[in-house]
């Protein structure tokens, strides 16, 4: 089991600062979540993780290893997968190929193959349509592709950005139980998310962010009545 920490980081695009002095750890084999509003800065901070967007100021570490501005590539060799928001998917090519593509740094065929069954055990509908265009599918199901792919790397941590953005109720409830079970099997997840309910319902421990602030934490059960979470969304 996998940590992430991250220490005062100061996150800008143009000189302009969207994260700012933002400190929290991601916990070994538990669900960590990061609620906040549209436009907070939630995305940053994965961007921020990945390398996509390197902070400024601050340090983002693995295990205790720095990785702060490290390449993306090897953000994903210290054992980090995405399931990034809005799914983005590869429509013209079907779902096994979309599968595949998840375990591009894995040579050995066996372990591929057992991993993608392991994602058909866990999505029984993604075997039944193993060959079709992920651009015919529905949006839930385009999801389960996506969380499937971000397994086919064999993650320590799994950072999920959004999964309810777009979905119905029914594949919001589907898509939260998969990612229960996911911190079940002893991978770490990094859930980031607008949706308060659903999230500190199988949240172990939580953070708000706020005009790219934390401005509160704790356990999941405390931030459900606590009056931050209320401001940082409703104001």
């Known amino acids: 089991m996998s940590s992430i920490k991250i220490e005062n980081v100061y996150t800008a695009y143009d000189k302009a600062d969207v994260l700012m ?8 084999g538990k669900i960590t979540a990061l609620l906040g509003s549209n436009g907070a800065g939630k995305s940053t901070l994965i961007r921020s993780i990945l ?8 340090r983002i570490s693995v ?20 399931i990034p928001e809005g799914r983005r998917m590869f429509p013209k090519l079907t779902v096994t190929e979309n599968l595949r593509l998840g375990a591009f740094q894995v040579s050995d065929e066996a372990l591929i193959r057992d991993r993608m069954e392991k994602v058909f055990d866990t999505f029984p509908r993604l075997a039944e349509r193993r060959d079709q265009l992920t ?12 969380i499937g792919r971000g397994l086919m790397g064999g993650p320590r941590i799994l ?33 980031v998310e607008q949706n308060v309910r659903q999230t500190l319902a199988i949240a172990d421990y939580g953070y708000v962010l706020s005009g790219g602030r934390v401005v509160a934490e704790g356990s999941a059960e405390a931030l459900k009545d606590d009056k931050e979470v209320y401001a940082a969304y409703f104001g």
């Open 159 to 191: 950072l999920i950005d959004e999964p309810s953005l777009g979905l119905s109720p029914l594949y919001v409830k589907e898509n939260f139980k998969i990612i229960d079970g996911i911190r079940d099997s002893g991978i770490t997840v990094f859930l």
């Open 51 to 58: 390398g996509l967007t390197p902070p400024r100021e601050g």
């Open 21 to 28: 002095d933002v400190s929290l750890e991601v916990v070994p």
């Open 63 to 82: 295990d205790g290893k720095d990785i702060t501005g490290a390449p993306t590539h090897k953000v994903i060799a210290e054992g980090i997968a995405c």
């Open 135 to 146: 651009g015919t599918m529905s949006g839930g199901e385009q999801a389960m592709v996506s």
